[in-house]
């Protein structure tokens, strides 16, 4: 089932990239459409952010993940590159469960 | 500029000067070891979700559209359907097409080459492409960056859940922490934007938080994305 989901995912992300090469420019650059466009992955991202920092199944928990990503938003504030701040979410989240 | 022979790639139809050149290659590389530090990321965090190495690698190599792969990984890795997971990777992945657009006005290609520009047309080689001052210099940036991003985030996707898989239980290493806030990263740029993204971005993950709790894994974060949208429409 999950290779199902990865080949599907893998053929429709290439269709979509493939789309913008065969479809006449005007359709897709409406200024609605490119300000969706780019809001869309932000409202995406967030959500993932949030569902994987605080939910667990169907109830919010509290737990070491949100230590972890708290301490990923002191790195980025610090303006650490991109495996730093995963580093650190994954470390201190070790840390947190080793005690 | 002197010509010399030979100096002429299929990649560089003329027109670039070596220090252009250079420039652009060095850049290509560049960016190139920065995505294959989170191809580590996206290997690590796919065998903690439950992939195999063999998915991870597959997703990667096939899909090769970053933030899309995390999402994938990341609502499956919650316990979501693997078609909920892809529908979100699929509306992460809508963007590509708008560079698509730019892409094929720039690019010029036909034929196999064009197959071959749209599985590359991503956000790195998009970005790398649209800076520079010549069609020349753009199509060189487009393919190098591509060559370099594709050949560096499938080897690191490959030591990454490789990695992970020999380093065993995923919760004791962090890595649920990790998927979130690799998820971060990939959203802390776009925030600085302007108020409108920040107000998205807190309505889309109030949403899905609240409505993690009564619907299935995976929905909640189609529901938040449409909802934030329509959110901003209103305001």
């Known amino acids: 089932m999950i290779w199902a989901g990865v080949l599907l995912t893998a053929a429709g992300c290439y269709l979509l990239k493939l789309l913008g090469f065969a479809v006449p420019a005007s359709v897709l650059e409406r200024p609605s459409v490119r300000r969706t466009a780019e809001l869309l992955p932000v409202a995406l991202l967030a959500a993932l952010v949030g569902v994987g920092t605080f939910v667990i199944g169907h109830r919010l928990s509290l737990d070491a993940r949100a230590a972890g990503v708290g301490a990923a938003v002191l790195a980025l504030l610090l303006r650490a590159p991109f495996l730093v701040v995963v580093l650190v979410a994954a470390g201190v989240g070790a840390v947190l469960r080793l005690t | ?235």
Do not use: K
């Not at chain 2, 190599?61 to 990777?89: D, E, Y």
């Open chain 2, 1 to 235: 500029m002197r010509l010399r022979p030979g100096s002429f790639t299929p990649l560089s139809s003329g027109g670039l000067t070596g220090e252009e050149r250079r420039s652009i290659l060095r850049d290509a590389a560049g960016i190139g070891i920065a995505v294959g530090a989170y191809g580590i990321s996206f290997g690590a965090v796919s065998i903690a979700a439950g992939l195999t190495v063999a998915q991870a690698c597959a997703l990667s190599a096939l899909a090769f559209t970053g933030a899309s792969q995390f999402s994938f990984v990341g609502v499956v890795g919650a316990g979501g359907a693997p078609l909920a997971g892809m529908a979100t990777a699929l509306l992460l992945g809508s963007r590509n097409t708008l560079y698509g657009l730019r892409m094929s006005a720039l690019l010029r290609v036909t034929g196999g080459r064009r197959l071959l520009a749209a599985h590359v047309t991503i956000d790195e080689t998009t970005a790398m492409a649209v800076v520079r001052p010549t069609p020349a210099g753009s199509r060189l940036a487009f393919w190098a960056t591509a060559v370099s991003v594709f050949s560096l985030w499938n080897l690191a996707t490959l030591f990454g859940a490789l990695g992970a898989g020999a380093l065993g239980d995923p919760r004791a290493l962090g890595l649920d922490a990790a998927v979130p806030a690799a998820f971060l990263g990939l959203l802390w740029a776009r925030l600085r934007t302007g108020g409108e993204a920040r107000f998205v971005a807190l309505a889309g993950a109030a949403v899905a938080i609240g409505t993690s709790l009564l619907l299935p894994a995976g929905v909640p974060i189609l529901l938040a994305a449409l909802v934030a949208v329509r959110l901003r429409a209103r305001r």
